[in-house]
């Protein structure tokens, strides 16, 4: 069984800097990407960045330069990095990982809990 656990939200004073973690654990033979996405409150969930296996990043435009995604595979986690705060960067983040449990199973996608993020003096 897969579990994605997402941490590190709380409150934040505008300006300041947040990085989120998203741990996969369980039955894992390898992960493909690992996405990152928001849901900001009466809004859709939207697109953040996602990261490959081998560490290549895409970023929604809205994310380019204050959102940083990095990987650690020996710990199957991936990390956004949130920088420079806004109050518009309020909302629930949710990671999630494409993952195959055995070696001829198909990429199965998972997703986290999400954890609260709020900018706010």
């Known amino acids: 069984q897969v579990r994605i656990v997402t941490s590190g939200g709380g409150l934040v004073q505008p300006g300041g800097s947040l990085r989120l973690s998203c741990a996969a654990s369980?039955?894992?033979?390898?992960?493909?990407?690992m996405g990152w996405f928001r849901q900001a409150p009466g809004k859709q969930r939207e697109y953040v960045g996602i990261?490959?296996?081998?560490?290549?990043?895409n970023y929604a435009t809205s994310a380019k330069g204050r959102f940083t995604i990095s990987r650690d595979n020996a710990k199957n986690t991936t990390y956004l990095q949130i920088n420079n705060l806004k109050p518009e960067d309020t909302a629930v983040y949710y990671c999630?990982?494409?993952?195959?449990?055995?070696?001829?199973?198909?990429?199965?996608?998972?997703w986290g809990q999400g954890t609260q993020v709020t900018v706010s003096s």
């Open positions: 999630n990982a494409g993952l195959q449990e055995t070696p001829v199973a198909g990429i199965i996608l998972y």
């Open positions: 369980g039955s894992i033979f390898s992960i493909n990407t």
């Open positions: 990261i490959t296996k081998t560490g290549s990043t």
